[in-house]
Nanobody, 123 residues
Framework: QVQLVESGGGLVQAGGSLRLSCAASGRTFSSYAMGWFRQAPGKERETVAAITRSGLNTYYADSVKGRFTISRDNAKNTVYLQMNSLKPEDTAVYSC????????????????WGQGTQVTVSS
């Protein structure tokens, strides 16, 4: 099992930046694909970005391409989401997740979830 704790959320003005971090417990972090997901009030959870075990391959939702960057540091058991040029529609609870499967861009791939961190972008 792996336990995940997100940090770095907050309130930011449109056009600003935030970096989310997700720290994982356990010795097998590098065995997991990692993903960032978000859920806004009244909306379904959506995949924001994902990264393979090695970090060589990444996936981004069309809505965040060119603005968000996912990365991981397997030595620190941490995955990051750098968010630039934030928009009010990026407001949501952001959660990280870990999965052992190969379908790293799909929600069903992920078995372990953090509790989430709130990101609010004001206009």
């Amino acid at each position: 099992q792996v336990q995940l704790v997100e940090s770095g959320g907050g309130l930011v003005q449109a056009g600003g930046s935030l970096r989310l971090s997700c720290a994982a417990s356990g010795r097998t972090f590098s065995s997991y694909a990692m993903g960032w997901f978000r859920q806004a009030p009244g909306k379904e959870r959506e995949t924001v970005a994902a990264i393979t075990r090695s970090g060589l391959n990444t996936y981004y939702a069309d809505s965040v391409k060119g603005r968000f960057t996912i990365s991981r540091d397997n030595a620190k058991n941490t995955v990051y989401l750098q968010m630039n040029s934030l928009k009010p529609e990026d407001t949501a609870v952001y959660s990280c997740a870990a999965g052992l499967g190969s379908a790293y861009s799909e929600r069903y791939n992920y078995a372990y979830w953090g509790q989430g961190t709130q990101v609010t972008v004001s206009s």
